[in-house]
């Protein structure tokens, strides 16, 4: 009787992923840049993929950050802090020519120095991430403590510090300027090792596609 319950029973259908922003992303799905002028060229119109996806984690708030690779070398970063506008936080890491390029270094020392007073100006508006950047910015945060997870944790809360799993911890100042839309974030991890993001929020939309993987 079993047997035949089986086979006439009703087949359940099968759930299916909907994508419909970019924070939902998930590694491998494919997303499409839109051709604002708002964009640095890095980003207009390109077309990514999602190949990482980590957690940033600060005392108050955990969010996602995806990283996007297209035919560009230059892997782009989307993150998804809190804020009233649900802005999207698009990011580039900068090398150390490009910081040297865009900003006086005696100025930039300045941010690691009691009490997290600096003020920076960009030397030039020539550089290819210029969009990006605000005349002026002020310092925000000073040797803030956070964790970056490897792992998505997304509707989940990070596993609380311990010597088995736990992010890596980290330093994290910033700077903003442009009305609050546009930041500098750095990162110094335990091991000496540090990042420098040039990062700025624009709406969503500013991603006109979005595909999930193999489709």
């Known amino acids: ?8 029973a009703k087949k359940q259908p099968l759930t299916t992923r909907t994508l419909t922003t970019p924070n939902e992303l998930q590694l491998n799905d494919i997303f499409t840049f ?3 002028f708002a964009l ?5 119109k390109q077309q990514l993929q999602v190949i990482d996806i980590n957690t940033l984690e600060f005392k108050h708030e955990h969010y996602a950050q995806v990283i996007g690779q297209g035919s560009d070398p230059q892997l782009v970063y989307l993150s998804f802090p809190t804020n009233p506008q649900k802005l999207v936080k698009f990011s580039l890491l900068l090398t150390r020519n490009d910081v040297e390029a865009l900003f006086d270094l005696d100025d930039f020392s300045e941010i690691f120095e009691e009490p997290g007073n600096a003020r ?6 020539k550089h290819s991430y210029a969009d990006m950047v605000a005349k002026e910015y002020i310092q925000q945060d000073f040797m803030t403590t956070g964790y970056m997870h490897q792992e998505d944790y997304r509707g989940k809360v990070p ?7 736990h992010g890596r911890e980290f330093e994290f100042y910033s700077l903003e300027g442009g009305q609050g839309e546009r930041f500098i974030d750095i990162f110094i991890f335990e091991n000496g090792d540090t990042e420098v993001y040039l990062s700025f929020l624009r709406p969503a939309n500013e991603i006109a596609e979005l595909w999930i993987k193999g489709e």
């Open 34 to 36: 839109g051709d604002s």
């Open 1 to 8: 009787m079993s047997f035949f319950k089986s086979l006439f």
């Open 159 to 165: 596993p609380q510090y311990n010597e088995e799993k």
């Open 120 to 125: 920076l100006k960009p030397l030039t508006s």
């Open 40 to 44: 640095p060229d890095t980003m207009r």
